[in-house]
């Protein structure tokens, strides 16, 4: 199989300003993905599954039940199946920044 691998960005800017305003993953050979966003106590922000990596149309915009969140740390979960057909799991914190 060819090489599979996923980046995730650290830090994102929901600003408007069309640069960096949403936060997904990029990759490569992925066959499925999941990825969920927490606060830091625990509360679901976003969750999306079933979609290609690579699109910012599947990714987070920063607003939670129609609100735009203050720039605070959150925590990315993410679940990928690659090509070859081996799953990973991917955490980490991603900051917001406005």
Do not use: C, Q
Not at 11 to 33: L, Q, R, S, V
Not at 45 to 74: C, Q, R, Y
């Amino acid at each position: 199989y060819p090489e599979t691998f996923i980046k995730v960005p650290n830090t994102f800017t929901p600003n408007g300003d069309g640069d960096n305003d949403i936060f997904y993953a990029h990759g490569i050979n992925i066959k499925e993905f999941e990825m969920m966003i927490f606060d830091r106590w625990g509360e679901k922000m976003f969750e999306a599954s079933d979609f290609a990596v690579n699109d910012p149309g599947f990714g987070w915009n920063g607003i939670f039940h129609d609100k735009t969140l203050n720039p605070d740390v959150f925590v990315y979960y993410f679940e990928a199946e690659f090509a070859d057909g081996s799953n990973k799991l991917y955490k980490g914190d991603i900051n917001l920044i406005r």
